[in-house]
């Protein structure tokens, strides 16, 4: 058993049911950033102007962000591949919190260092617990079968 197996297995073991609602709010909050960076598009147009050499890095990077938290943060919610989609808006936190006092304000979603560290320490801490009993994931790992049976209806 390698290393990411058995942190894998501790996660999953020595799970309270009481992180999955944390869990899920944090999914709903990663949502609702998502969805105000969208709203906050003045920012990413201050970056573009201002170099025109990193427009097509701003908005690549734009659109990851909003990917990331939209769609990683309901799947966080959901407790779908929860560890995945942690380690993809680990990236955007740790922009958050090195580039939160910069100077275009591309990074206004957190305007407090504290709500984007409490943000990363937890989509570190669910990286590594996993997303616990009341998730998809946990009901895919109970029923098996139900995922296998839908696989041969289909052909």
Same mark, same amino acid.
């Given at each position: ?5 058995? #942190? $894998?297995?501790? +996660?999953?073991?020595?799970?309270p049911k009481w992180l999955s609602v944390v ?14 960076? #969208? ?12 170099? @025109?050499?990193?427009?097509?890095? /701003? ?16 799947? *966080?919610a959901m407790g779908l591949l929860t560890r ?6 680990? @990236? ?9 006092? /910069?100077?275009? +304000? ?22 590594? $617990?996993?997303?616990?009993? *009341? ?9 098996? $079968? %139900?995922?296998?049976? %839908? ?5």
């Open positions: 058993m390698n290393m990411l197996q058995r #942190v $894998e297995h501790w +996660g999953d073991t020595h799970h869990r899920i709010l944090l999914g709903v909050f990663l949502m609702y950033i998502g969805v105000m960076f #969208v709203q906050n598009r003045d920012a990413l147009i201050a970056v573009i102007n201002d170099n @025109p050499t990193l427009a097509a890095l /701003s908005v690549i990077l734009a659109h990851y962000v909003v990917f990331a938290h939209t769609v990683g943060g309901l799947f *966080i995945f989609s942690a380690l993809v808006n680990i @990236p955007v936190l740790l922009g958050a919190v090195f580039f939160v006092h /910069s100077a275009t +304000g591309l990074f206004n979603m957190y305007p407090m260092m504290g709500l984007s560290l409490l943000v990363l320490f937890l989509l570190i801490f669910f990286l590594i $617990e996993g997303s616990g009993p *009341i998730s998809v994931d946990d009901y895919m790992r109970r029923h098996p $079968e %139900k995922r296998r049976n %839908k696989q041969y209806a289909d052909f």
